[in-house]
């Protein structure tokens, strides 16, 4: 039977939910999502906040504040219940329906995509693939084959597409995202290395690998400039001229 406490609880997280959970917070859930399922998988029936916070990169503090917009699922002493804490988090971010996707642009990361197994899995089902080069059209990948961007909107209606991605070059991208938006889908997942502008209703994530290059490009020669001037700091040492013998520096001076 559940607890009063339990139910209080319960309405309490149901509360933070309709408030809202912070960008930042959402965004760490599928890490934590992630972390859990490998527990999982290893037959892990409760976990720490410290022990998960260190499987999802994050410290516990701040996990213990993420967790804490969802409910409060954990019990002092013992830890969190693995699987339920699994569930609320899938239930939390749509993960416990299935989510029809739509990829447009079927070239090379296109066609990776397509071809990625972690999608159904988690959830989303590559309801279909799009192109415009008509070269490509009739051309099977996976159990898909392409189909023409003309016949978007019918695809997305027939087969009830709530997601888009585009894989299209920068050039192309603004155009498909207005088919997409055109066609009634609110949620786009861009890998064109272009800003795409949509309407106030519809949520856009964008992907840009050249960026993650460039921000890793960043770390990698702030630590190159660590090492150099360590080794500045070395030299400087070994070559440092000896102290004066005034001012009671003397050899054996106490």
């Not at 408030?19 to 998988?41: K, S, W």
């Not at 071809?115 to 590559?126: A, E, T």
């Not at 992907?207 to 770390?219: C, G, P, R, T, W």
Request: proline share 4%; hydrophobic share 40%; charged share 25%.
């Amino acid at each position: 039977m559940t607890s009063a406490r339990s139910r209080t609880r319960g309405r309490a997280g149901n509360d933070r939910a309709e408030r809202g959970i912070p960008e930042a917070t959402v965004a760490r859930l599928p890490v934590y999502l992630r972390a859990l399922t490998t527990l999982v998988d290893r037959d892990v029936t409760t976990v720490s906040s410290e022990h998960l916070a260190s499987a999802a990169g994050v410290n516990s503090a701040k996990l213990r504040k993420d967790l804490s917009y969802l409910g409060t699922y954990g019990t002092r002493g013992v830890g969190y219940d693995v699987n339920y804490l699994r569930y609320q988090i899938a239930r939390q971010i749509g993960l416990t329906q299935d989510w029809s996707v739509v990829i447009v642009g079927i070239g090379n990361l296109g066609h990776a995509l397509a071809n990625y197994s972690g999608f159904g899995s988690r959830g989303f089902q590559i309801a279909a693939l799009l192109d415009s080069d008509p070269e490509r059209l009739g051309e099977k990948v996976g159990d898909l084959e392409i189909s023409p961007i003309d016949d978007l909107e019918e695809i997305v209606r027939e087969r009830h597409v709530s997601i888009g991605v585009i894989a299209t070059p920068e050039g192309n991208a603004q155009d498909v995202c207005d088919k997409l938006v055109a066609a009634g889908v609110r949620s786009i997942l861009n890998f064109a290395p272009t800003v795409l502008s949509v309407p106030d209703q519809v949520d856009v994530r964008k992907v840009d690998l050249s960026i993650e290059l460039q921000i890793l490009a960043y770390h990698e020669q702030r630590k190159a400039n660590s090492m150099l001037a360590d080794a500045h700091l070395g030299e400087s040492h070994l070559g440092a001229p000896e102290l004066p013998t005034s001012f009671g520096l003397q050899a054996g001076a106490r």
